[in-house]
């Protein structure tokens, strides 16, 4: 079974852009989470969707945004960038939306210059 | 807010030693996940402990959780170079962070050959 795959898996935007990364989970999983990864603040939850919709949101600021489709792809949009959004952008899918193992994709490197 | 803390934040050992990292949470868990981030990589799910006192092995590796269900340790018994990584901690959110997963920040292994 293919996993979870992430587009693009590298970038490089200037700050004020705006910018949205992909997710397809492993087929069959129908929730998707995203996480934040920096050296300073570790692994931090953003939002996770189950049937297109928005089921838990971490303590992000309304510039990180994110939707679901009906295939269960997902992705994540922030807008209006700086710097401190450069990281590692995880997704993880899990079958539902109450199981807590998470499977991740190998994520999306975001560099904000 | 909640916190899931993990010690030492970094452990370097000459290949064949012991090693074990500790997480502890500020609240009791119902469980708790082990993850694995090799550099470069991303976080590979390990296991899950879900019992009191509960014990799991897996090759060189053993995890327990505690009686209290409030802590969690990993002993990796004689390190290997592909031991090498980074691991986490993680339990299921409460309160204002229901339905997430929050990390520890980790304890990253270096393996002297």
């Known amino acids: 079974k293919a996993g979870v795959t992430q587009t693009p898996r590298y970038l490089i935007k200037t700050r004020g852009q705006q910018v949205t990364l992909s997710c397809s989970p492993i087929?069959?999983?129908?929730?998707v989470s995203w996480y934040q990864q920096t050296p300073g603040q570790g692994l931090q939850f953003l939002f996770e969707?189950?049937?297109?919709?928005?089921?838990n949101k971490g303590n992000f600021p309304g510039r990180f945004s994110g939707r679901q489709f009906s295939n269960s792809r997902s992705e994540m949009n922030v807008s209006t960038l700086e710097l401190g959004d450069s990281a590692l952008y995880l997704c993880?899918?899990?079958?539902?939306?109450?199981?807590?193992?998470?499977?991740f994709g190998p994520g999306t490197r975001l560099l904000v210059l | 807010g909640q916190q899931v803390m993990q010690i030492p934040q970094y452990q370097h050992v000459q290949e064949g030693e012991d090693f074990t990292t500790y997480c502890n949470s500020s609240?009791?868990?119902?469980?708790i996940q082990w993850y694995k981030q090799r550099p470069g990589g991303h976080p590979v799910f390990l296991i899950q402990?879900?019992?009191?006192?509960e014990v799991k092995k897996q090759k060189r590796l053993t995890f327990q959780f505690g009686e209290a269900k409030k802590n969690s340790s990993l002993h990796i018994t004689a390190t290997q170079t592909t031991d090498v990584g980074t691991y986490f901690c993680?339990?299921?959110?409460?309160?204002?962070?229901?339905?997430?997963?929050?990390f520890g920040k980790g304890t990253k292994l270096s393996v002297k050959p």
């Open positions: 609240t009791t868990l119902s469980n």
């Open positions: 402990l879900v019992k009191s006192g």
């Open positions: 993680a339990g299921p959110g409460y309160g204002g962070s229901q339905g997430n997963l929050i």
């Open positions: 993880a899918s899990s079958l539902m939306w109450s199981e807590r193992t998470q499977y």
């Open positions: 969707y189950f049937s297109e919709t928005q089921r």
């Open positions: 087929s069959g999983h129908r929730s």
